[in-house]
């Protein structure tokens, strides 16, 4: 570079901060937050300065969305499915039991209609959505003992949140709502008999595989969980049309970058994780086709009684069955034979 | 926004031309030299302006590093595999035969070492790549006949182009070198048994299926082609650093977008062309296993003679398959499970 910043003195400075609703260990998802910091900084001559936090800092992490909607912080980054007792359909923005994997739901986001439709959802709370990261499919958490059968499912007490808990719980598990630093010891004592987290490049690191040998797949709740960053609105508003602009660029790279740091840290951590002994398993064709019914009926169910939901239900339900008719075609098709037996 | 723009009227004003190596009417791909040029004006307060090109404006399609290196150009978006005749290591900024997915390329390029392998490769061409966009797993292209055995392909004569091509031969295809627009004619007159193109939303516009009914799958030799961005390095230098980071995160932000476009537009397409009477076919494991048999022969061969591809390939054979692996359980043991079967 031969020159020096080409933007002007007189652009306002602005100092912003971000509210996330990770801890720093989560560093893949909390780092995407960083992404977006430094990058736009970066696009603004370092006018425009995003300082972030982790869960707690300034709200706690499950509070995140009214954080930024009161304006006590002007952005967030977050997994809006954390708001479902606000409206079941935040859950659209991040996951739902056997909906959108993470190039679905991009594909959703970027050019079926997902962001405005966030966007209308989330009008009703002075915030704005922006997609911010995919953890790509999740796994199946942790347990103490197999399961094979519906019958074994009945009376297990899993840590596991949100819709997925819901499905479970149709099944007989009985969700337990546990946040993550407590969930190694209650796992240990046996206080629960399994857990869920993320993957195996963050489960690595709680240590889980020291005190429940089984590591169940697929995490059939999350199959693409997307994160979003949130600002409010009258702040979003305020920012130079330059500033915006940046911030949307930002935001989409670290989006594709925090698939990307996933996808190149999970396999060394499953890896390592086989290494210690580690048992891989499968919910059993039994289980997964009760938990698939199980949740279109809650999705139905909903439908009927809350009309925000419907709304994107509807052709969010279409979009999807056609993406998995054709990514079972190219995509599948070739995984199928290439990628190897477990 | 109550701001007008916020840069320098001093900024310097740059224009750049971008050749690529498609056509308008692949307007997914083209679109995406489109996205990045938007996204680096509004970045820049206007200042510096790209305009693109269609494949043979100013440099033909199959020449684009070429005019980049040579500066006719200032930027290229191409698929560098379209150069394996300068070396056979420019594959794996692309696509291999039974390499990686889009999913695994981005992972590969930002967190795996991959851009900078790449870089490395590419700083004899005096040019410096960036990652922009993806197809996702192509389709196997169009047959006239049904093919099932290593025996039904004697003889066959199939448009396709690159190592797939040498993939082929190996098992007795004959493969031809046809550009775009010659191949409906030639798969009409019979000239050719069989083509590939890309995917169902562009395979589509071409009308294949009114001259081949048979449209095979898993396009093997495709799993995740990406595409790059490159610039001539000369050019590259004399920007300013903050248009150089405008570049960088708009290339981005143009890669997510094109996979995800490719995402919304490949169901409804495949949808019209199975309403059109296709035929969707899968290679036979016969088949599929001898194909990957032969890939992995080509490239041992290669590394023996080859330092560079060879500096790529052992490291990239090891990402793939630990990746391979782990994609095993988390993606598609959720996959194999809750997309319909075909």
Chains 1, 2 share one sequence.
Do not use: C
């Amino acid at each position: 570079s031969v020159f020096g910043p080409v933007y002007a003195q007189a652009a306002p400075t602005i100092r912003w901060r971000l509210a996330s609703s990770f801890p720093k260990s989560l560093d893949t998802i909390f780092g995407a937050a960083d992404i977006l910091a430094e990058r736009v900084s970066q696009l603004t001559g370092g006018k425009f300065q995003i300082r972030t936090f982790p869960s707690g800092e300034i709200v706690p992490g499950l509070q995140v969305l009214d954080g930024v909607q009161q304006g006590t912080v002007e952005v967030g980054h977050t997994a809006m499915y954390y708001y479902v007792g606000k409206n079941l359909a935040m859950a659209f923005d991040t996951a739902l039991p056997f909906g959108l994997n993470a190039r679905q739901q991009n594909a959703w986001w970027y050019y079926g209609g997902g962001i405005e439709a966030i966007r209308d959802l989330l009008s009703d709370f002075n915030v704005i959505n922006f997609p911010g990261g995919n953890t790509g499919a999740q796994m199946g958490g942790w347990w103490r003992k197999e399961i094979s059968s519906l019958a074994d499912l009945k009376g297990i007490k899993m840590r596991i949140p949100g819709i997925g808990g819901q499905v479970w719980s149709r099944l007989g598990v009985v969700p337990q709502a546990i946040a993550g630093g407590e969930i190694y010891p209650a796992l240990e004592r046996g206080t629960v008999d399994s857990a869920e987290w993320v993957g195996p490049y963050d489960d690595e690191k709680l240590g889980f595989y020291k005190v429940a040998k089984f590591y169940y797949y697929p995490g059939w709740w999350e199959p693409g969980p997307g994160l979003s960053f949130i600002v409010n609105v009258n702040e979003w508003k305020k920012l130079p049309k330059d500033y915006q602009l940046a911030f949307e660029a930002a935001a989409a790279e670290a989006n594709v970058h925090m698939m990307a740091k996933y996808d190149a840290q999970n396999p060394p951590a499953l890896q390592r994780l086989l290494k210690n002994g580690v048992k891989l398993r499968k919910f059993s064709n039994e289980i997964l086709k009760a938990a698939q019914k199980a949740a279109f009926e809650i999705y139905e169910e909903e439908a009927a009684k809350n009309a925000s939901f419907k709304k994107i239900y509807t052709p969010w339900k279409k979009f999807r069955d056609e993406s998995y008719r054709v990514m079972a075609v190219h995509e599948l098709g070739y995984e199928q034979f290439a990628f190897p037996g477990i």
